[in-house]
C-alpha cells in the first residue's frame, strides 16, 4: 500500500523546536522528492519545500529559510522536518506529500502537484 | 510571488446542483501547471484535477477542469452528499519564490 505516515501530535513552547516524521511505503522512496506543506487555522496552504529523497538536496521557501531543515534516512524511508525557533504563528498541521501516483505496480511522477499526502501532524506553540 | 484568489469564498448548493468554482491567479500560470484539490475537515488534501483539466487517478467525472492564462474553473456536476468540502487550487512556477501556491480555498457547503 502506497502511504506515508507521519508522527503524532506535539506541544511545544515558544522558542522551542519540533522534528516531524514521514515515513513512506509502498514505492521506492529515493526516485522521489518530498515536499513539506503546513496549514495554519483558517489558512491557506503553505509550501515549505522540499527535499530530494535520493541525493539529500533541499530547497526552501524564503519565508522559513534559516529555521526549517529537511533531512531523510533512505533506510528507514523516513524524511523529517526540523523547526526551530518556534513562534505561536508555527502553529499548525503540517503535511508531507510527494508528487507521484502509483496505480498498481508501477508509479509515475507528478513533480508539479501533491498526489501522495501524510495524514498531518498538528503542532501546538503555547506558552 | 503567484497570488492565487479564489472565489466564491463559500457556496451555498444542494445536491443534484451544478458547482462553479473559480481560481485567478495575479500573472499568467502555466496551464499545465495548474491543480485543484479537495479536503475535507481532519484530512489531508486530495488531487482532483492536474494540468488544469486531467482527472487524477480514480476521479469521478463529475469533476471538470477548464481555464488557461489567469482564470481556472473547476466544475462539478451532480453534486453528491460527499463533495461537500473545502476546495483549494494550486499552481506551480519553476524560478517563482515560492514555486508552488495555494488558493485560500472555496468551501462548498449544503444548502
Known amino acids: 500500500q502506497v502511504q506515508l505516515v507521519q508522527s503524532g501530535a506535539e506541544v511545544k513552547k515558544p522558542g522551542a523546536s519540533v522534528k516531524v516524521s514521514c515515513k513512506a511505503s509502498g514505492y521506492t522512496f529515493t526516485t522521489y522528492a518530498i515536499h513539506w506543506v503546513r496549514q495554519a487555522p483558517g489558512q491557506r496552504l503553505e509550501w515549505m519545500g522540499w527535499i530530494s529523497a535520493g541525493n539529500g538536496n533541499t530547497k526552501y521557501s524564503q519565508k522559513f529559510q534559516g529555521r526549517v531543515t529537511f533531512t531523510r534516512d533512505t533506510s528507514a524511508s523516513t524524511a523529517y522536518l526540523h523547526l526551530s525557533s518556534l513562534r505561536s504563528e508555527d502553529t499548525a498541521v503540517y503535511f508531507c506529500?510527494?508528487?507521484?501516483?502509483?496505480?498498481?505496480?508501477?508509479?509515475?511522477?507528478?513533480?508539479?502537484?501533491?498526489?501522495?499526502w501524510g495524514q498531518g501532524t498538528l503542532l501546538a506553540v503555547s506558552s | 510571488e503567484i497570488v492565487l484568489t479564489q472565489s466564491p469564498g463559500t457556496l451555498s448548493l444542494s445536491p443534484g446542483e451544478r458547482a462553479t468554482l473559480s481560481c485567478r491567479a495575479s500573472?499568467?500560470?502555466?496551464?499545465?501547471?495548474l491543480a485543484w484539490y479537495q479536503q475535507k475537515v481532519g484530512q489531508a488534501p486530495r488531487l482532483l484535477i492536474h494540468?488544469?483539466?486531467s482527472r487524477a487517478t480514480g476521479i469521478s467525472d463529475r469533476f471538470s477542469g477548464s481555464g488557461s492564462g489567469t482564470d481556472f474553473t473547476l466544475t462539478i456536476s451532480r453534486l453528491e452528499p460527499e463533495d461537500f468540502a473545502v476546495y483549494y487550487c494550486q499552481q506551480y512556477q519553476y524560478g517563482s519564490s515560492p514555486p508552488y501556491t495555494f488558493g485560500q480555498g472555496t468551501k462548498l457547503e449544503i444548502k
Open positions: 500573472q499568467r500560470v502555466t496551464s499545465r501547471y
Open positions: 494540468g488544469a483539466t
Open positions: 506529500a510527494v508528487g507521484v501516483d502509483c496505480s498498481g505496480s508501477s508509479c509515475y511522477a507528478l513533480p508539479e502537484y501533491f498526489q501522495l
